[in-house]
């Protein structure tokens, strides 16, 4: 079970959008529905973004939203904000098991 | 308001075993699946095992055969024993509450360093 695959980096000015990649394979990612996603500011506890794919947990901004295709699903962030520099880490469902993504670091510049 | 909270030694013999604790109040421990998740200093997220409370458990592939996870059902809280333990082990543990196939509460995770 091989640590999903994330950039290291991505960064955006304030306003504008930001979409990280996480490639999985098919017996993760693609073969299921259940990616979810995860902010985490160091020093705190990493925050539950988007779950199965595309959903929002209620208090996630709309600005977050995810999708998948075939092996890869991605996280965008719209409209980009000073306070969501943080590292993100996709996870993904595969069969009795999770796997997480290797994380990116998200600089607002 | 869900809460967990993870308890135990926050220093750990090489070869020994690590044996945290997790209590969960706001919420019935029979409610749902459990998970611990680790991070080591400097790397990514990691995922340990879960648990039903049925007792009925899975565990990374990477780790399976040195993680044992239990339920307390009378504690509402749940277990994690990793054993022969290297400094490979040394991270942040967490113990989280699954939701849906994700995680949705998180506890505030314990600094676990392998040293002797």
């Known amino acids: 079970q091989s640590a999903l695959t994330q950039p290291r980096s991505a960064s955006g000015s304030p306003g504008q959008s930001v979409t990280i990649s996480c490639t999985g394979t098919s017996s993760d990612v693609g073969g299921y529905n259940y990616v979810s996603w995860f902010q985490h500011h160091p020093g705190k506890v990493p925050k539950l973004m988007i779950f199965?794919?595309?959903n929002r947990p209620s208090g996630v901004p709309d600005r977050f939203s995810g999708s998948k295709s075939g092996n890869t699903a991605s996280l965008t962030i719209s409209g980009l904000q000073a306070e969501d520099e943080a590292d993100y880490y996709c996870?993904?469902?595969?069969?009795?098991?999770?796997?997480f993504g290797t994380g990116t670091k998200v600089t607002v510049l | 308001q869900v809460q967990l909270q993870e308890s135990g030694p926050g220093l750990v013999n090489p070869s020994g075993t690590l044996s945290l604790t997790c209590a969960v109040s706001?919420?019935?421990?029979?409610?749902?699946?459990w998970s611990w998740v680790r991070q080591p200093p400097g790397e990514g997220l990691e995922w340990i095992g879960q648990?039903?409370?049925?007792?009925?458990?899975n565990s990374n592939p990477s780790l399976k055969s040195r993680v044992t996870i239990s339920v307390d059902r009378s504690k509402n809280q749940f277990s994690l024993m990793l054993t022969s333990v290297t400094a490979a082990d040394t991270a942040v543990y967490y113990c989280?509450?699954?939701?849906?196939?994700?995680?949705?509460?998180w506890g505030q995770g314990t600094m676990v360093t392998v040293s002797s």
């Open positions: 989280v509450r699954n939701w849906y196939f994700a995680f949705d509460i």
């Open positions: 199965d794919v595309s």
């Open positions: 996870c993904s469902y595969a069969d009795n098991s999770y796997v």
């Open positions: 706001g919420d019935s421990i029979s409610s749902n699946w």
């Open positions: 648990l039903h409370h049925s007792g009925s458990t």
